[in-house]
């Protein structure tokens, strides 16, 4: 607790629509448009609001669109919030674009821990009427300092709305209500700035221990109608370290790729996942060629709830840490093993 008697809170902004202005276009002086131009200092200040909420610290960690970022980055940040938490930090807000909070989100979920991480954007950039960023900001330190925060892991706070960050992903391209939890759906709101968790997760199991050094590069495709398999058996020959297909529906590629998958799955680790936005992998339906008990019978690792996105977020970080085919597919399945798990209640605070 802050000597102003309210929890003190470390605002991180790594850039994105939130903190983007616009630039007009002069010759030479690039494309114009908005772009990320604002630090932690600036998106604070423009939100009186939050004086009353916590005492808030602001660290402006990048200032990068969002598709620029690296698991590196979000490493360093996991690095630099455990040490936050540390110094007396009660919670931290991250800020940045929304094109790749699905995956940053669930990388700080799998790597930090010591207290609430809520992670906000915004859809509407401050030069449109009605730029949501701000009631973002608030909503997302209501509900990192909020009781219903503790032991939830990493959240995303978006319009109002809770969300799992393991669950969470972006599904339209420009509506302030672009994240939904598919699967699962929302873990709570925020209601005249009191939020409410209706929802309750056991905490995740299968994190990868610590990651140092370089991300090993992984591959994530996505299977299409018609696809053939140079892709696939390309992938290796090109050094990833491993590689994750979003298959069709509940896992399921061409049958004249099953093979190619299988044969990449010898030399290195081979996700399942789906290129549909919500649910999970089946294991034990469909007996065809290319079938998921095909597939998983050529050696390939279960996904089960992880988008392919997110698989890719949790197999980089294990190769970090590591693991080889046995130990991913392990920390994989514990991870899915988790989600039924029964969640312990929150402690008082």
Known sequence: MARSGLP???????????????????????????????????????????QGIAEVESVPFRQVPS???????????????????????????????????????FALDLLT???????????????????????NLVAAVQVAVSRGAAGLGTLVVLNDEIHAARFAGKTHTSSPSAFRSLTAGPVGWVVEGCPRVVMRL??????????????????????????????????AD????????????????????????????GRIPVVLASRAPGGEI???????????????????????????????VLLSLLLAAGADTERARAAFDRMNASVSAVPSPPAER
């Open 202 to 235: 056991p905490e995740l199991e299968g994190r990868p221990a610590a990651v140092s050094g370089d991300i090993p590069a992984v591959a994530l495709l996505t299977s299409a109608l018609g696809d053939d398999s140079r892709l696939v058996d390309a992938v």
């Open 67 to 105: 598709g620029d970022l690296t698991l590196g980055d979000v490493v360093a940040l996991a690095a630099e919030i455990g040490r936050r938490f540390a110094s007396g930090s009660a919670a931290a807000v991250v800020t940045q674009g929304t094109d790749t909070i699905e995956e940053t989100a």
């Open 282 to 312: 089946l294991q034990r339906t469909y007996g065809f060629p290319g079938s998921e008990r095909d597939l998983l019978a050529r050696g390939l690792i279960p996904a089960g709830f992880l988008s392919g996105p997110k698989a890719r």
């Open 238 to 265: 090109l050094g990833y370290q491993g590689l994750v297909i979003g298959a069709f529906g509940g896992g399921h590629v061409p049958g004249h790729v099953a093979a190619a998958l299988g044969r990449v799955a």
């Open 113 to 135: 821990c010591g207290g609430p991480v809520v992670v906000t954007g915004a859809m509407r950039n401050p030069t449109l009427a009605g730029p949501d960023g701000p009631a």
């Open 8 to 50: 003190k809170v470390t605002v991180f902004s790594l850039g994105g629509t939130i903190a983007s202005t616009g630039a007009p276009e002069m010759p030479g002086d690039g494309p114009g448009g908005v772009a990320p131009r604002l630090g932690a200092r600036e998106l604070v200040a423009a939100v009186p609001q939050l």
